[in-house]
């Protein structure tokens, strides 16, 4: 895009008609400069290096673990709990899903921190808020020395052929967009919370999305943090073939700083090393941990504007109509704050902390027997499983929508213990007791509905 001269007036007056905070209106300002300016927030490969080696967290010894448990007192669990699952056919928060054993995703997630001994925080949106905060109210044992949770803010959609505010009298709700999950750090100061934390003595915070049940305080990994004196820590993963499309961390050329590189910030003509993942070896696994003093100090250092690297996505105004009016939509990512604290580190983590359920296929695999649900409410692959990761591949035609997934699973997943992978073509419903081994692939050409009958033995 060409550069034009930003007036990002228009947009302060509808971000105070909408009684938005003053920092989160000048971090608006500083992205839509940018972009007025014709900054595209491309990271070429030019100007970064790959990561060669990390430290492992799978050799972080019983010293790190014991340094661990002597911080619990001072961390907080943080979940990331904004998203409604509108792609599985979702109108309230996805974390209200049961996933295991008649628990849903916050079920689990408040019995981890009861488990660990920590308070649990949410970062809410305006849809998930309520909802999720009933969910939580049961949960006497949960420590209560802060709120539960905090907001995250939104901001203007912006038409891409004037860069003005975007107007939709059909739906002005659509006006408005998240401004992904780096609005964090903004909202953490403009709720209260980072202040509340800080004034319980909480210093250290592990955040980490809902729906990755993977994710959850580790005392080694926390030990390692508060002995290395880290401002900020990401836990990577190694990457796979099905990641080549997720951001990688690297190291900036120009000061050896890490940094993470999303894939809408990789110019198209480097996309194929982007997705080299012999090249780039290691993917964030979005499972962050903070230090609160240092973060309160980098934001007081920056008037409250952290400066993330702008991401632009093209979009539509209605995400559901194609043809209306094209926008663009600023969003940072949290991980992304790596590259601006001086020190900031990286670990290593095993693939079991990164097991998000992004779709029905995942829910089914971690709802089946192929996943058990561990005394202390982590969510890991089967002892008795023998196999690598289990690969669910459904139609999207019939089991995209969670209610499409059920009814064709009337009596919960088949047995998938033994199952390498489960394939189904066309419009299938499952008896009770069914078994599927190995590779199984099942396909209905037909337009009528075909059932697996009870106790069905699936293989091949």
């Not at 110019?267 to 090249?279: H, L, N, S, T």
């Not at 591949?393 to 489960?422: H, N």
């Not at 499952?430 to 069905?456: H, L, M, W, Y």
Request: charged share 25%; with cysteine; glycine share 8%.
């Amino acid at each position: 895009m060409t550069s034009m001269k930003p007036n990002f007036a228009p947009f302060a007056a509808k971000m105070r008609a909408e009684n938005l905070p003053e920092i989160v209106i000048r971090t608006f300002e500083h992205y839509y400069v940018q972009l007025a300016e014709g900054r595209t927030g491309l990271i070429p490969e030019a100007e970064i290096r790959p990561v060669a080696s990390l430290p492992d967290a799978e050799t972080f010894g019983p010293e790190l673990a014991a340094a661990g448990q002597a911080a619990l007192f001072k961390t907080v669990l943080l979940k990331l709990n904004g998203g409604l699952g509108t792609g599985m056919g979702l109108e309230r928060a996805k974390s209200l899903l049961v996933v295991k054993e008649g628990l849903t995703f916050l079920d689990v997630i408040a019995r981890q921190a009861i488990h660990v001994g920590v308070p649990l925080v949410l970062m809410n949106s305006f849809v998930t808020r309520d909802d999720s905060l009933a969910a939580l109210r049961p949960y006497d044992e949960l420590a209560r020395r802060i709120p539960f949770d905090f907001v995250q803010h939104k901001v203007p959609k912006i038409a891409q052929t004037d860069l003005s505010p975007i107007v939709w009298p059909a739906d002005p709700e659509l006006e408005w967009c998240p401004p992904g999950h780096g609005d964090i750090y903004t909202a953490l100061v403009t709720c209260g919370m980072l202040a509340a934390l800080l004034a319980a003595g909480i210093e250290y915070a592990f955040v980490a999305n809902a729906d990755n049940l993977g994710a959850c305080i580790d005392p080694a990994i926390l030990g390692y943090f508060v002995t290395h004196r880290l401002p900020f820590l990401m836990e990577v993963a190694d990457r796979t073939a099905a990641d080549h499309k997720g951001g990688h961390l690297a190291r900036r050329v120009e000061d050896g700083r890490l940094i993470l590189r999303e894939s809408a910030q990789c110019p198209a003509k480097d996309m194929d090393v982007f997705q080299d993942i012999a090249r780039h070896r290691y993917f964030n696994s979005n499972n962050l941990w903070l230090n609160l003093p240092a973060l309160d100090a980098l934001l007081a250092a920056k008037a409250g504007v952290l400066g993330l690297p702008m991401i632009r996505n093209s979009k539509t105004v209605d995400p559901r109509d194609p043809h209306s009016t094209p926008v663009y939509q600023l969003e940072t990512a949290m991980g992304a704050a790596i590259g601006l604290f001086e020190g900031a580190g990286a670990v290593r983590v095993p693939r079991t902390r990164f097991a998000p359920v992004k779709s029905c296929d995942d829910l089914l695999a971690v709802r089946s027997d192929a996943y058990v649900l561990t005394d202390d409410y982590r969510i890991v692959p089967n002892p008795a499983r023998t196999l690598g990761p289990l690969v669910v591949s459904l139609d999207g035609r019939y089991y995209k929508l969670i209610d499409d997934l059920e009814a064709r699973f009337p009596y919960g997943p088949p047995s998938l213990v033994a199952c390498e992978r489960l394939s189904v073509k066309g419009d299938v419903r499952f008896g009770r007791d069914v078994v599927c081994r190995g590779a199984v692939k099942i396909v209905n050409a037909s337009p009528e509905q075909a059932t697996i009958p009870d106790a069905e033995r699936l293989e091949g």
